[in-house]
């Protein structure tokens, strides 16, 4: 009877120390703050009215066949959470990885987000009450808003791979992930087609945050960097949360001429569901404005061309005329019709010289048809399957793949900027 006695009470320690282990173990997860965005909630002193939590459950995550990107398990647990039995009801709040498009920040304090480096990039803990009640003066508008640090990283040595990479698990293998907020849409283009107009009409709405800068070009002139340079150009997760967003985006009108742009958005954002499929609901959404060719072109000419070079004549220096001796053959003080008259090629002009270059860099087997083979086709190429494929068929079944922009005009902008 003693040993048995010994035995129960031995057990029943036993119990009680692993109860409390998964307590602790428990504290110290960071929790994802349902009580703050979408409970009532009040702030110290008992004369302020009630402050209105930031999410709605009836109106932000009920519509089923648009659920925002990213927020896909949100939107289950609030759908669900009316329900008094259903298959994924055991999903919960806490078994979140991710916080809608952004990643849990780091419970960790005596660090801020002023200080997040690239070899520092935790938070300090956020008081989510306080952050809440803090951004309600600015819930319907983008002012105020403290960007993460994007100052460009030196790269003594090339990231690990972990850090290009941002789906739902991969904070755990980056931890600079920490804190930030993955975009919702990405505007690709065309240039002159309105991507500008389309993206402040978007970002007008109250629940889309605008990145801190319009045209972010990542996926094409630095996607040498990893992917939490990215996201710090958006807003943080205590932003993001505090004032209800739902989406917040960017506009590179740059990415759409490029064959590894739309390559690169895939590896490095997809995101795979609990049975390691690919889930379509959770990426951002490409979005792709195209215009009446000839229209689109006449604007590009205007502004690339003619209007920048209008500023340089009628605004010449002295610096600029010894840069460019040949200026000073031209006329001061003439009108703008004048110059475009006489010292400026037309729009047909230009339109002329660049059909010469591409009748002869996109004839059957040109350049551009053979450079693009070269570079994408071999086995260990972006898109050797399709060229694969596309070798399988008929010589008329389609046409080859060719990438014209890079191929037929050059290797590079500037002098500074690759093509």
């Known amino acids: 009877l003693i040993a048995s006695a010994v035995i129960v009470v031995l057990s029943s320690v036993i119990l009680c120390v692993i109860h409390f282990v998964r307590e602790f173990r428990e504290s110290k997860k960071i929790r994802f703050p349902s009580k703050a965005l979408f409970g009532e909630i009040f702030t110290n002193r008992s004369d302020d009215p009630l402050i209105p939590p930031p999410y709605s459950f009836s109106e932000d995550f009920r519509n089923n066949e648009n659920v925002p990107p990213y927020w896909e398990e949100i939107e289950r647990i609030v759908e669900n959470s009316t329900k008094l039995f259903h298959m994924d009801s055991l999903l919960t709040f806490s078994d979140l990885k991710t916080w809608g498009p952004c990643y849990p920040s780091n419970n960790k304090r005596g660090q801020t987000l002023m200080n997040r480096t690239e070899t520092n990039p935790q938070y300090s803990h956020i008081n989510w009450t306080k952050q809440v009640i803090d951004e309600l003066p600015h819930r319907y508008d983008n002012d105020l808003i403290l960007y993460p640090s994007q100052k460009l990283p030196t790269l003594k040595k090339p990231p690990p791979p ?4 941002a789906g739902n698990d991969d904070r755990m293998q980056n931890p ?6 993955r975009p919702g849409f990405l505007i690709i283009g065309q240039g002159k087609c309105g991507t500008s107009s389309l993206y402040h009409y978007l970002i007008g ?7 801190s800068e319009k045209q972010i070009d ?8 990893p992917m939490d340079w990215y996201l710090s150009h958006f807003p943080p997760v205590e932003t993001f949360l505090g004032r209800g967003a739902l989406l917040t985006g960017e506009s590179s009108p740059s990415y759409l001429p490029y064959p590894k742009v739309p390559h690169l958005i895939h590896e490095r954002m997809r995101v ?4 390691n499929i690919e889930s379509l609901n959770n990426f951002p959404a490409i979005i792709a404005l195209v215009r009446d060719p000839i229209s689109r072109a006449k604007s590009s000419f205007e502004y690339n061309y003619a209007q920048p070079a209008l500023e340089w004549l009628v605004n010449r220096t002295a610096r600029i005329e010894s840069l460019h001796p040949m200026l000073k053959r031209i006329p001061y003080g003439k009108s703008e019709s004048y110059y475009r008259e006489n010292h400026l090629f037309s729009f047909d002009e230009f339109v002329r010289a660049e059909l010469d270059v591409l009748r002869d860099c996109l004839k059957p087997g040109g350049l551009a048809e053979l450079k693009s083979r070269e570079k994408y086709g071999p086995p260990d190429g972006m898109f050797a399957d399709v060229f694969a494929l596309r070798d399988t ?12 922009d890079e191929f037929c005009y050059g290797e590079r902008i500037n002098s500074t900027i690759p093509l």
């Open 162 to 165: 972990s850090r290009f990479y």
């Open 176 to 181: 600079a992930l920490s804190g930030l907020c």
């Open 205 to 211: 709405h109250p629940q889309v945050l605008p990145a």
């Open 218 to 225: 990542y996926f094409k002139y630095y996607s040498f960097l």
């Open 272 to 275: 795979n569901d609990s049975n």
């Open 393 to 404: 068929m008929k010589e008329d079944a389609s046409f080859p793949l060719i990438n014209a």
